[in-house]
């Protein structure tokens, strides 16, 4: 499969579970991110990572952890969640970080939290 | 910081008609100004962007232009068709050097045959 794949496509939650959402890019691109999707809100940029190293962190709360093991992957990482965090999370990836250009962007992950 | 308003958040036209969606921006350092098309269900792909060394582009049915004094930007869709309903994203960098764009709150194009 090519591109940018996320998974799971659907996670409902309880408040007090830890759970993971997970993302794979098969671009060979430096650079990946998370981006959170509110019905009639902006796409809120969350974390951004530059050759596996976290360059922004857009004032997200704790219970948002992310993880990025190598230049592929990405990882979201939730815990005690509150219903207000149910939303689309759209994982992205570009060739580099250091000048503007495309975001290619995975299908997303679409979280509930009861 | 960099803020984006777009407008209108909802746009309703027949099959052949024109669509303007625009863009305001706050930072007159921004100098990249993409639009992203997300059909229902889909991921946000980019469409069309335009760099502030240039006043407008053109790729076939869809057009940007920039008014960099102004701090707007356009996108212009002609002949429309069902197939361009979609909700579309202006967006802009922030500053600082990486690639971090902040998205207007969309707008939601239908296009009735």
């Known amino acids: 499969e090519t591109g940018v794949t996320q998974t799971p496509r659907h996670l409902v939650m309880g408040m007090t579970n830890k759970k993971s959402l997970k993302c794979e890019q098969h671009?060979?691109?430096?650079?990946m991110y998370w981006y959170k999707q509110s019905a009639k809100k902006p796409l809120e940029l969350m974390f951004v990572?530059?050759?596996?190293?976290?360059?922004e962190n857009n004032s997200v709360p704790s219970r948002f952890s992310p993880e990025c093991p190598n230049s592929s992957h990405l990882f979201l990482h939730l815990h005690t969640l509150q219903p207000e965090d149910s939303a689309l999370y759209l994982c992205?990836?570009?060739?580099?970080?250091?000048?503007?250009?495309?975001?290619?962007f995975g299908e997303g992950s679409r979280l509930t939290v009861l | 910081g960099e803020n984006v308003e777009q407008h209108p958040s909802t746009l309703s036209v027949q099959e052949g008609d024109s669509a303007v969606i625009k863009c305001t921006y706050s930072?007159?350092?921004?100098?990249?100004f993409p639009w992203y098309k997300q059909e229902l269900g889909k991921r946000p792909q980019l469409i069309i962007d335009?760099?502030?060394?240039?006043g407008e582009k053109k790729d076939q049915r869809i057009a940007v232009t920039l008014n960099k004094t102004a701090k707007h930007f356009s996108l212009h869709i002609t002949e429309t068709q069902p197939e361009d309903s979609a909700v579309y994203f202006c967006?802009?960098?922030?500053?600082?050097?990486?690639?971090?764009?902040?998205f207007g709150a969309g707008t939601r194009l239908a296009v009735h045959p």
């Open positions: 992205a990836s570009s060739p580099q970080t250091l000048n503007t250009g495309e975001l290619f």
């Open positions: 671009l060979g691109h430096n650079a």
């Open positions: 990572y530059s050759l596996e190293e976290r360059v």
């Open positions: 930072d007159s350092a921004s100098n990249y």
């Open positions: 335009i760099r502030s060394n240039v």
């Open positions: 967006a802009a960098p922030y500053s600082g050097g990486y690639n971090k764009l902040i």
